[in-house]
């Protein structure tokens, strides 16, 4: 069995949805499972959320969530990587998605058709 995530764009927003398996939806389907998923969900919030911030503030925040969405740490039980294999989401594809979708936030073609 293959970790993955499917990435869509929906109306500029990119969203992504784990791969159907059995242990996955057992674990995504906990109270424990829903907290975790929170917690990836707010990391890639608070990434495109403050992908072209101006303020200090926002590119802290953006700062911070790239970096977890980065850092292959192991060790880190709320880390980024140990949390998309728990769920069943392949990191290093949603992290692609990831960065192909703030080059385009920031690229100057797509800030003048927004």
């Excluded at 993955?4 to 159907?20: D, K």
């Amino acid at each position: 069995m293959t970790e993955h995530a499917e990435m869509t764009e929906f109306r500029g927003q990119l969203s992504f949805a784990p791969e159907s398996s059995h242990a996955g939806e057992q674990i995504r389907n906990t109270p424990e499972g829903r907290l975790l998923w929170a917690v990836l969900d707010n990391g890639i919030e608070q990434y495109k959320k403050n992908v072209n911030a101006t303020g200090r503030r926002g590119q802290r925040l953006f700062r911070e969530a790239e970096e977890w969405i980065m850092r292959d740490d192991p060790t880190w039980l709320c880390g980024f990587v140990n949390l998309c294999h728990i769920l069943g989401v392949d990191p290093e594809y949603l992290r692609q998605g990831l960065r192909r979708w703030s080059e385009a936030q920031r690229s100057p073609t797509f800030k003048q058709a927004a």
